[in-house]
């Protein structure tokens, strides 16, 4: 079992920035992959970035450039670097976890408002 819990949202203008937090706890040493999903009104969850276990990264077309996604394994915790940020990213940002049993895990998310 993983618990997540994120951290960091708020309200930005647009062209700011922002830094989430996901504080993993449980069966850490289980997982394969952390991801940052982000769900929007009237939209389809979309994943942002993941990171693998061994550090590979990954990110939505979208974000690439501006985003970025890092771990610390001593606090046991995934961050995601928010820079120029747009309106249209606005939403639940939730962090998820994929374990090497696939089961998956869920944050209960953390809000990002984008001002324009």
């Not at 949202?9 to 937090?21: D, P």
């Not at 606090?75 to 747009?86: E, F």
Request: glycine residues 12%; hydrophobic residues 30%; proline residues 2%.
């Amino acid at each position: 079992q993983v618990l997540l819990v994120e951290s960091g949202g708020g309200l930005v203008q647009a062209g700011g920035s922002l830094r989430l937090s996901c504080a993993a706890s449980g069966s850490i040493f289980s997982i394969n992959v952390m991801s940052w999903y982000r769900q929007a009104p009237g939209k389809q969850r979309e994943r942002v970035a993941e990171i693998t276990s061994g550090g590979r990264t990954n990110y939505a077309d979208s974000v690439k450039g501006r985003f970025t996604i890092t771990k610390d394994n001593a606090k046991d915790t995934v961050y995601l670097q928010m820079n120029s940020l747009k309106p249209e990213e606005a939403g639940v940002y939730c962090c998820h976890s994929l374990d090497d049993r696939n089961c998956n895990y869920w944050g209960q998310g953390t809000q990002v408002t984008v001002s324009s």
